[in-house]
């Protein structure tokens, strides 16, 4: 199993940047890839960007050019540069890890980032 805890998040004004973190301890050798979901009260959980063991990056269309993902091993943290945000990115924000024995995905509890006009 591994435990995700996100933080970072918060109030902003449109244009800003935050940087979100998560986290990760327990089996983290089995971890295969990572990454951040956001949702909106009311819509369907948006995958914004993953990063693989190998490196990998992608990130959704609508973020970018403003949204890095990137890892430090040495803490067994995932970042995500959140950068010239806007109001449409107010959301939850999710990480998640993806395991390879077993496979299953585990998830932190999220947090919320807030964008003003």
């Known amino acids: 199993q591994v435990q995700l805890v996100e933080s970072g998040g918060g109030l902003v004004q449109a244009g800003g940047s935050l940087r979100l973190s998560c986290a990760a301890s327990g089996s983290i050798f089995s971890i295969n890839a990572v990454g951040w979901y956001r949702q909106v009260p009311g819509k369907q959980r948006e995958l914004v960007a993953t990063l693989t063991t190998g490196g990998n990056t992608n990130v959704a269309n609508s973020v970018k050019g403003r949204f890095t993902i990137s890892r430090d091993g040495a803490k067994n943290t995932v970042y995500l540069q959140m950068n010239s945000l806007k109001p449409e990115d107010t959301a939850v924000y999710y990480c998640?890890?993806?395991?390879?024995?077993?496979?299953?995905?585990?998830w932190g509890q999220g947090t919320q980032v807030n964008v003003s006009s």
């Open positions: 998640y890890a993806d395991l390879y024995a077993p496979p299953l995905r585990s």
